[in-house]
Nanobody, 123 residues
Framework: VQLVESGGGLVKAGGSLRLSCAAS????????MAWFRQGPGKEREFVAGIRGSGILTYYADSVKGRFTISRDNAKNTVYLQMNSLKPEDTAVYYC?????????????????WGQGTQVTVSS
């Protein structure tokens, strides 16, 4: 099983980025997927999650109203649209997947992880 993130980069504050996470090796259409991030000197934190159906989504308070998570089960891909980016959003962003349907905010409950993609927001 492999999760591969893409779409990170350097952007000015107020800008936008769209992250993608493509899964291969198995189908995650029924399992929850999520994005986490880890900033410099910080612990990995939950950003957004989506259930297998794609109907129910969950967000950290810090990104609510600015980020949108979505998924395309036909492509086995999850996305994170990030708008109104702030310097404090700077981090390595990780895609995570689990075989069960519930979205969890604890990283330890996810079965599979991508390698991460760097997002840097300049002021």
């Amino acid at each position: 099983v492999q999760l591969v993130e893409s779409g990170g980069g350097l952007v000015k504050a107020g800008g936008s980025l769209r992250l993608s996470c493509a899964a291969s090796g198995r189908t995650f259409s029924s399992g929850a997927m999520a994005w986490f991030r880890q900033g410099p000197g910080k612990e990995r934190e939950f950003v957004a999650g989506i259930r297998g159906s794609g109907i129910l989504t969950y967000y950290a308070d810090s990104v609510k109203g600015r980020f949108t998570i979505s998924r395309d089960n036909a492509k086995n891909t999850v996305y994170l649209q990030m708008n109104s980016l702030k310097p404090e959003d700077t981090a390595v962003y990780y895609c995570a997947a689990k075989t069960s349907v519930a979205v969890d905010t604890a990283a330890i409950l996810y079965d599979y992880w991508g390698q991460g993609t760097q997002v840097t927001v300049s002021s």
